[in-house]
Nanobody
Framework: QLQASGGGSVQAGGSLRLSCESS????????MGWFRQAPGKEREFVAT????????YYADSVKGRFTISRDQAENTVFLQMNSLKPEDTAVYYC??????????????????WGQGTQVTVSS
């Protein structure tokens, strides 16, 4: 239902762009975003975009480096990741919910999860 792509390996300071296409139609009340999980660590919020307004939310650790955007016609969300650091290494998960309630950083907010795509940043 959520198909993520674009992961890979890059050196520190490099860039990657993740994409996630949803086969589930999103509405103005919906939101899509990204979480990540590094080995041995808990899953954490990365970024979310509100489908109708385009308002964005970011984790402090990625502000100024990552940009989330959406293509409403294609039901696709993107994550442009610049100035990547080794600590950004993780499996990145695309998430979505049709009836977003505002708890953007909570994993419980999102009913739909993609399969995950690996991002590896080497020093």
């Amino acid at each position: 239902q959520l198909q993520a792509s674009g992961g890979g390996s890059v050196q520190a300071g490099g860039s990657l762009r993740l994409s996630c296409e949803s086969s589930i139609r999103m509405y103005s009340s919906s939101a899509m975003g990204w979480f990540r999980q590094a080995p041995g660590k808990e899953r954490e919020f990365v970024a979310t975009i509100r489908w109708g307004t385009g308002r964005t939310y970011y984790a402090d650790s990625v502000k100024g480096r990552f940009t989330i955007s959406r293509d409403q016609a294609e039901n696709t969300v993107f994550l442009q990741m610049n100035s990547l650091k080794p600590e950004d290494t993780a499996v990145y998960y695309c998430v979505g919910d049709r009836a977003y309630s505002g708890s953007y950083s909570s994993s419980n907010e999102y009913a739909f999860w993609g399969q995950g795509t690996q991002v590896t940043v080497s020093s």
